[in-house]
T-cell receptor
Framework: AQSVTQLDSHVSVSEGTPVLLRCNYS??????LFWYVQHPNKGLQLLLK??????LVKGINGFEAEFKKSETSFHLTKPSAHMSDAAEYFC???????????FGDGTTLTVKP | GAVVSQHPSWVICKSGTSVKIECRSL??????MFWYRQFPKQSLMLMAT?????????EQGVEKDKFLINHASLTLSTLTVTSAHPEDSSFYIC?????????????FGPGTRLTVL
């Protein structure tokens, strides 16, 4: 079985300050992990993915995430938040041979001017 | 990157009518397509997984006869909401994955807002 927990339902940061969105996963096998972003009334866009290669993954728009097997975490970070980063973020886990992925409940990121 | 389109982007219909939503992969062949439902301020709820040429696999609690899914080609899947009622109003999102490997990411459509009056 696989599951994913996004530890914060809401995160608020000031523009120019770092962003940290936390994600813990549970899986019996080596998972693939993804972060997606969703702007209001839009579909989801892939930010980055981990697929058993480098544990530090760099994505689009300055985001990156580090896979930590010992902590079963895949936290998303960005050094400096921009107003356009305000959106909903989803952490997703997929297992080999599993037909479907499991989504976290999402984290709403608010960026204050 | 790969593009997935959905049509229509929004639809308003009367209670009791049926609505069809199309999901197309524009520049790749989608072996697997997924249909999700999303309520306001909530995560995506997987409704069904469809593989080209075979019957869709529905998640527990999803009515197969109400939400008809067809994946007739490698670039097109359709979701038909039959005899729609106000409680079916929601944001429906499809996604497509190239091949069968789960480390391939899903490409998401822009979503369809369904309002049933």
């Amino acid at each position: 079985a696989q599951s994913v927990t996004q530890l914060d339902s809401h995160v608020s940061v000031s523009e120019g300050t770092p962003v940290l969105l936390r994600c813990n996963y549970s899986s019996s096998y080596s998972p693939s992990l993804f972060w997606y972003v969703q702007h209001p009334n839009k579909g989801l866009q892939l930010l980055l993915k981990y697929t058993s290669a480098a544990t530090l993954v760099k994505g689009i728009n300055g985001f990156e995430a580090e896979f930590k097997k010992s902590e079963t975490s895949f936290h998303l970070t960005k050094p400096s938040a921009h107003m356009s980063d305000a959106a909903e973020y989803f952490c997703v886990v997929s297992l080999p041979n599993a037909g479907k992925s499991t989504f976290g409940d999402g984290t709403t990121l608010t960026v204050k001017p | 990157g790969a593009v997935v389109s959905q049509h229509p982007s929004w639809v308003i219909c009367k209670s009791g009518t049926s609505v069809k939503i199309e999901c197309r992969s524009l520049d790749f062949q989608a072996t697997t397509m997924f249909w999700y439902r999303q309520f306001p301020k909530q995560s995506l709820m997987l409704m069904a997984t469809s593989n080209e040429g075979s019957k869709a696999t529905y998640e527990q609690g999803v009515e197969k006869d109400k939400f008809l899914i067809n994946h007739a080609s490698l670039t097109l899947s359709t979701l038909t909401v039959t005899s729609a009622h106000p409680e079916d109003s929601s944001f429906y999102i499809c996604s497509a994955r190239e091949g069968t490997l789960t480390y391939n990411e899903q490409f998401f459509g822009p979503g369809t807002r369904l309002t049933v009056l």
